[in-house]
């Protein structure tokens, strides 16, 4: 009686790990761009809701440090009696304000268009309403 025997591999081959490898090379290679992308996007949305948080806190800012503020000409100002400045825009970023901005030391605001400009020549310019008296900030009709 003979005994059968068997032949089991342990595994796989370094030629057949190598091909696996190179596949999977070539097809992050091939997606990679594609979410670098989206990343870019997706950080550029995030400094821009940023930036509207720090444009609806201004009123209350504004009431906790008994100042009244004028933008865009106290932008510059490195203080706005909190420590800290009116508005922080990212580099390359720009902001206009249509008519100035006004507001009381009570944190009442005037009716205004503010324009946010960024550095990315693809993207159009955000243009966002600031309604008289209550500083609601809403995205502006084109």
Known sequence: MKLARHNISGGFTLLEMLFVLVIVGLLVGLTAPRFGAGIDRYEALSRRQALED?????????????????????????????GSPALTLPDG???????????????????????LTTPDTNEQAQR????????????ATQ
Request: charged share 20%.
């Open 54 to 82: 720090q444009i609806r806190q201004l009123p209350r800012r504004a009431r906790l440090a008994a100042t009244a503020l004028e933008l865009p000409r106290d932008l510059k100002a490195e203080n706005l009696g909190d």
């Open 93 to 115: 970023w720009s902001i206009d304000f249509t008519p100035p901005l006004i507001i009381s030391q009570l944190g009442a605001c005037s009716a205004s268009v503010i324009t």
């Open 128 to 139: 966002y309403q600031i309604t008289d008296l209550t500083c609601d900030l809403a995205t």
